[in-house]
């Protein structure tokens, strides 16, 4: 049922009985589109606490061959995020429901009245994007590159990527869901930097607008962002 309210007057409590709950089982899979040719180990299942009046553990599971099911046990009802890591190449999370009903945005009311059971979708048709940097850096001198959703800000399975350029400018980044994003290539920057969305909005003139279809392997140019521009750019942190 909902919360009870608790009146503390100005006299003593002698005696308080609380009820505690044994919590609810979760149980899921996750399920490809299309088997990989090499079957991850283990994928990493994550449930994150979003409830902001009830501090609850984060909570972990795995989800193994052959089935690829897992398994909560104990989570306390109220509003979790679904999180997921340790997916092969080109592999990516397109939905998750429980019950029928589909989460966007990974996020699961869970209630003891009703348990869960979790269905992770992961297609395999990520984008990959390369390129170089322009104009080439000097031997030895390394960019860092952000791509960042445009379509989908804030959606959990759409996250910022990072990735460093080798010597000289060259760049790759891996399993990029379908969509529009920002392409930033920075000469020099403090990696802490590219996880504050208002940082990187300084830049968005000079960034490189990048649609990914399912499966494209993207070549490009990029225009690097100068160090001396970057350090122009005040910075509060978060």
Known sequence: GPPAALDIGDSD???LDLPLTEGVTLTGRVAFDTPPSAPPASIKIGLRDLDA?????????????????????GVTPGLWAVEITGLPDRAYVASVAANGREFPEGKIEISAAVPAAL???????????????????ASGRRATLALRPIDRPGAPF????????????????????????????????DLMKLQDPAFLANFDKNALTVHCDPGDSLHLDAALI?????AAQSYSGF
């Not at 760049?171 to 000469?187: H, M, Q, W």
């Not at 100068?226 to 970057?230: D, Q, S, W, Y």
Request: hydrophobic letters at 40%; glycine letters at 6%.
């Open 13 to 15: 409590i002698r005696r």
């Open 53 to 73: 009046f009830a501090a609850k553990e984060n909570l972990a599971a795995d989800a193994a061959p052959p089935g690829l099911a897992f398994q909560f046990t």
């Open 119 to 137: 269905e992770i979708l992961v297609r395999t048709d990520a984008a990959t994007l390369s390129g170089q940097t322009t104009p080439h850096l």
């Open 158 to 189: 759409r996250p910022l990527k990072t990735a460093v350029s080798t010597p000289g400018g060259e760049f790759s980044i891996a399993s990029i869901p379908p969509g529009d994003y920002k392409l930033y290539v920075f000469e020099e920057v």
């Open 226 to 230: 100068p160090a001396e521009l970057v």
